[in-house]
């Protein structure tokens, strides 16, 4: 992979994806992960935000892969009170039509990623309830990456506890590497 453009809505999201390619052996240094982060860009950006730069990344990073520039788009936007589907089927409603080969994955945690990070750490949780506080620290997402990476790369199963968008999403998280 020549790059990786990372959008995103805030700094767990960043973490959680850049922990993962580490665990998959990307050099996640400048200029081969580009974080395009909402939350840095318009201090305190949101889904809407993401939703909306979609469409620009999306069409550069095709422009790109055309080029023969190996480049991966990875999105990721937390559901919020909306189904992962839901939210999804968001991203298509602009003028932009999908297409099977683009090099492209989207993350959707139900709730948020915070749930993510938690239900992969072990802890009980649900998808309707919100675990933003406390923050997870850094070494939690490290772990949480390691975990989700053990998941989707070798025999280990997801832990009993482990929620459904989680456990739905590990595809997707195996596609990036």
Known sequence: MSQVILLCEDDPQERLVRCYLEQCGFNTAA??????????????????????????????????????????????????????????????????????????????PRRHVETWIRSALGDAVNETDGYKTPKPGKSDIRLAAQRIHAWCHSQEEPVPGCVQSLRAALPLWRRIG
């Open 31 to 108: 200029p081969y992960l580009r974080p395009i982060n909402a939350s840095r860009m318009v201090h305190g950006g949101n889904v809407q935000w993401v939703l909306r730069e979609f469409p620009n990344q999306l069409q550069a990073c095709r422009k790109r892969h055309a080029a023969f520039a190996n480049t991966l788009l990875i999105v990721v936007a937390d559901a919020d009170d909306f189904a992962v589907k839901d939210r999804e089927r968001q991203f298509w409603e602009v003028p932009l039509e999908s297409n099977a080969d683009d090099p492209l994955v989207i993350l959707i």
